[in-house]
Nanobody
Framework: QLQFIESGGGLVQAGGSLRLSCAAS????????VGWFRQAPGKEREFVAR????????YYADSVKGRFTISKDNSRNTVYLQMNSLKPEDTAKYYC???????????WGQGTQVTVSS
């Protein structure tokens, strides 16, 4: 079984930065893509970024492009999300998951809360 644990969230002022971590354990051989998602209160979960586990190909939502950077350390089975120039609208609970072109996103972690004050 594959599990993800997210960490690194917190309270930050607008314009500040945070780095989130997503640590994988268990059946890491099943990982193809790792994605970051977020969900704000009263809103649907939305895609933020994803990275190819066996390469470096990355893709971002338009809302975070140029401000967020996804990266990984395969030796640590960890994916990171560096968030710069944070805005109040980035406030949400951030989750990571795995998926592929053929398998829906799954193995969701418990999430880490990010709050950006204005």
């Amino acid at each position: 079984q594959l599990q993800f644990i997210e960490s690194g969230g917190g309270l930050v002022q607008a314009g500040g930065s945070l780095r989130l971590s997503c640590a994988a354990s268990g059946r890491t051989s099943s990982i193809s893509l790792v994605g970051w998602f977020r969900q704000a209160p009263g809103k649907e979960r939305e895609f933020v970024a994803r990275i190819d586990w066996f390469g470096n190909s990355a893709y971002y939502a338009d809302s975070v492009k140029g401000r967020f950077t996804i990266s990984k350390d395969n030796s640590r089975n960890t994916v990171y999300l560096q968030m710069n120039s944070l805005k109040p609208e980035d406030t949400a609970k951030y989750y990571c998951a795995t998926g592929s072109a053929f398998v829906p996103w799954n193995s969701w972690g418990q999430g880490t809360q990010v709050t950006v004050s204005s």
